[in-house]
């Protein structure tokens, strides 16, 4: 396995959809990512593996996504220091609260930072990554501050139709 300094995992090939979007801002401020499908319940021995390596294999941080009980960024956060992102998928008949409150929720000890519901999630969590490498990286840190600023000409060229 060549060296990342970010995994992005997922319980499900379906949690694709929106974990493409942290992939895409990882691609964008080209930071080193790998993605792979470590199913918590179906594939919990190669979870334990992936989360146990993931210190020596040099990761930086994991953002792991899941939908419904979403035990998949917890159970990696059991496993290593290297620090846990978790992004709730929506999920079909609750929406991805029960994803949120799944991942949200960790008891005292073990922390996951956990982020929005969905797309924005997903975005946000590659954009904290981003941010954790940058405390090291002043090329990484200057492209995020042009991100940032970026963002804000956008906003301030907002116009509104007339009323
Ligand atoms: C979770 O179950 C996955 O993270 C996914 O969000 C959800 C449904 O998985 P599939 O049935 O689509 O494989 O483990």
């Known amino acids: 396995m060549t060296q990342c300094q970010v995994g992005v995992v997922m319980g499900s090939n ?7 979007h942290a992939a895409q801002i990882l691609q964008e401020f080209g930071i080193t990512f790998e993605t792979r499908v470590v199913s ?3 594939m919990p021995d ?11 294999r040099g990761l930086r941080a994991i953002i792991a996504g899941a939908g419904g009980a979403a035990h998949l960024p917890g159970m990696i956060a ?45 975005a946000n969590a590659a954009l904290f990554a981003v941010a954790l490498l940058a405390s090291t990286d002043a090329v ?6 042009a991100f940032r600023a970026a963002q804000t000409e956008v906003a301030r060229n907002m116009t509104l139709p007339p009323v």
């Open 14 to 20: 379906s949690d694709w959809d929106t974990m493409q």
């Open 40 to 42: 918590a319940h179906r």
């Open 46 to 56: 190669d979870m334990f593996a992936y989360a146990e390596a993931a210190q020596g």
């Open 78 to 122: 059991a496993k290593t220091i290297v620090p846990v992102l978790g992004v709730p998928v929506a999920s079909k008949h609750l929406q991805g609260v029960d994803s949120l409150h799944s991942i949200v929720q960790m008891p005292k000890g073990i922390p996951v930072a956990t982020f929005a519901i969905g797309n924005a999630g997903a």
């Open 140 to 145: 990484l840190a200057e492209k995020l501050q």
